[in-house]
């Protein structure tokens, strides 16, 4: 059974050998034009090698699967070949078509096509012997033409190597594109996995334990049995815009769009639901997809700790390509905080949010260094080399 990758490759080369052996055929026919007396009979052989090429490739445009039934292919092509030959009398525009048509049996049938290039040999052998008795050519001349019928078994050899390589190509772009899409699906399926982990998958763990709780506390202490009750209330609620903004990003994260495109409707989106005006300076940048996405979740971040607690009036995004990769810069006006040495240490102080940051900053790379004082606002700045995707720019 012929593999898919061969049939695609052999009906592409099909297509090729057949406008190839037209063109070449029709270029030696109307050179013959200027050699011999009768014009009319070249014009015949021209007029038949064009309409049968115009039938043959529009069949095959037409139905692609023809080329997977060779014998039947090659069996129309040699009655072609048979007019060609009766209507010029063994010319050279017949050895031109003949040669096209042990091409076209190589790519059908590969290096099956073996016999079938003896029989072509063989007719072309027979020609040559009548046009020799009838033309008595000077003996330099007769050994090129002698020559003429093993021109159709290299052809041959040739397409079904062509079509071998060929075939081969495209079953080796096919199992590239197959692994890249099992790994961009496992990358997915591991970001998502680890997106649930740090957000929604703690916070259900806290309300599982304060419900676990909550019936022994019904019967022996209702007051904070009321405290749990309120605490899984929240848990829900906390869990449920978790999963909402997790949502939210997964639709922001489009590989087909470009990242700045990306950054400026996040942007836009928070200031409309916040009402804090956002200036964008961006530049065109496409960093590789988990570069993007983990990027876009510290803009996103660093806003929400905005909103939570900056007290901001103003605020300014910067994206900006540097000479070892991409430099992302979220700058408010609010009321700023002692930064530690140690960003890990922010979080005995309730900023989980920094932390988390920095982590996705590290999980591509990069790094993130945070700017801020007591009411002199705060500017996080994140630096990700991109290796061979790192442009020069400033630095």
């Given at each position: 059974?012929?593999?898919?990758?061969?049939?695609?490759?052999?009906?592409a080369l099909t297509r090729a050998v057949l406008i190839?052996?037209?063109?070449?055929?029709?270029?030696?026919?109307?050179?013959?034009l200027l050699l011999v007396a009768d014009r009319w009979?070249?014009?015949?052989?021209?007029?038949?090698?064009?309409?049968?090429?115009?039938?043959?490739?529009?069949?095959?445009?037409?139905?692609?699967?023809?080329?997977?039934?060779?014998?039947?292919?090659?069996?129309?092509?040699?009655?072609?070949?048979?007019?060609?030959?009766?209507?010029?009398?063994?010319?050279?525009?017949?050895?031109?078509?003949?040669?096209?048509?042990?091409?076209?049996?190589?790519?059908?049938?590969?290096?099956?096509?073996?016999?079938?290039?003896?029989?072509?040999?063989?007719?072309?052998?027979?020609?040559?012997?009548?046009?020799?008795?009838?033309?008595?050519?000077?003996?330099?001349?007769?050994?090129?033409?002698?020559?003429?019928?093993?021109?159709?078994?290299?052809?041959?050899?040739?397409?079904?190597?062509?079509?071998?390589?060929?075939?081969?190509?495209?079953?080796?772009?096919?199992?590239?594109?197959?692994?890249?899409?099992?790994?961009?699906?496992?990358?997915?399926?591991?970001?998502?996995?680890?997106?649930?982990?740090?957000?929604?998958?703690?916070?259900?763990?806290?309300?599982?334990?304060?419900?676990?709780?909550?019936?022994?506390?019904?019967?022996?202490?209702?007051?904070?049995?009321?405290?749990?009750?309120?605490?899984?209330?929240?848990?829900?609620?906390?869990?449920?815009?978790?999963?909402?903004?997790?949502?939210?990003?997964?639709?922001?994260?489009?590989?087909?769009?470009?990242?700045?495109?990306?950054?400026?409707?996040?942007?836009?989106?928070?200031?409309?639901?916040?009402?804090?005006?956002?200036?964008?300076?961006?530049?065109?940048?496409?960093?590789?997809?988990?570069?993007?996405?983990?990027?876009?979740?510290?803009?996103?971040?660093?806003?929400?700790?905005?909103?939570?607690?900056?007290?901001?009036?103003?605020?300014?995004?910067?994206?900006?390509?540097?000479?070892?990769?991409?430099?992302?810069?979220?700058?408010?006006?609010?009321?700023?905080?002692?930064?530690?040495?140690?960003?890990?240490?922010?979080?005995?102080?309730?900023?989980?949010?920094?932390?988390?940051?920095?982590?996705?900053?590290?999980?591509?790379?990069?790094?993130?260094?945070?700017?801020?004082?007591?009411?002199?606002?705060?500017?996080?700045?994140?630096?990700?080399?991109?290796?061979?995707?790192?442009?020069?720019?400033?630095?």
């Amino acid at each position: 059974m012929v593999s898919p990758d061969r049939a695609v490759a052999a009906a592409a080369l099909t297509r090729a050998v057949l406008i190839g052996r037209a063109v070449a055929t029709m270029i030696a026919g109307a050179a013959g034009l200027l050699l011999v007396a009768d014009r009319w009979r070249i014009a015949e052989v021209l007029a038949v090698v064009a309409a049968g090429t115009v039938v043959q490739v529009g069949l095959l445009a037409r139905w692609p699967r023809l080329a997977a039934r060779p014998l039947l292919a090659l069996a129309a092509d040699s009655i072609l070949v048979l007019a060609v030959l009766a209507l010029g009398r063994g010319d050279v525009a017949y050895f031109c078509f003949a040669a096209g048509a042990g091409a076209l049996a190589g790519v059908l049938l590969g290096l099956w096509a073996v016999p079938v290039w003896i029989v072509q040999a063989a007719v072309s052998f027979a020609v040559i012997g009548d046009v020799l008795h009838r033309l008595d050519p000077p003996a330099e001349l007769a050994a090129f033409v002698v020559a003429l019928p093993v021109a159709g078994a290299l052809a041959g050899l040739g397409a079904s190597i062509l079509t071998s390589a060929l075939a081969r190509y495209l079953e080796l772009s096919r199992t590239l594109v197959a692994s890249a899409q099992r790994s961009a699906a496992a990358d997915e399926r591991a970001r998502l996995a680890r997106e649930l982990h740090d957000s929604v998958s703690k916070t259900l763990r806290g309300v599982s334990l304060a419900a676990l709780a909550l019936p022994t506390s019904l019967r022996r202490q209702p007051a904070l049995a009321e405290q749990l009750a309120g605490t899984v209330a929240e848990g829900a609620t906390a869990a449920a815009r978790q999963a909402r903004e997790l949502l939210e990003a997964m639709r922001l994260d489009v590989p087909d769009r470009d990242f700045a495109t990306t950054v400026r409707e996040l942007c836009d989106a928070w200031s409309a639901a916040t009402g804090i005006p956002v200036r964008t300076v961006l530049e065109p940048i496409d960093p590789p997809i988990p570069v993007g996405y983990e990027l876009s979740r510290i803009v996103r971040e660093a806003l929400a700790n905005i909103a939570n607690h900056a007290y901001a009036q103003r605020v300014v995004v910067r994206l900006a390509q540097t000479r070892r990769g991409v430099r992302v810069e979220i700058s408010d006006d609010g009321t700023g905080f002692a930064v530690p040495r140690d960003l890990s240490r922010l979080q005995t102080g309730g900023h989980f949010g920094i932390v988390g940051m920095a982590e996705r900053a590290g999980n591509v790379g990069g790094d993130l260094h945070v700017d801020s004082a007591p009411g002199a606002g705060t500017t996080i700045t994140v630096r990700v080399p991109l290796g061979v995707h790192a442009v020069d720019g400033a630095s």
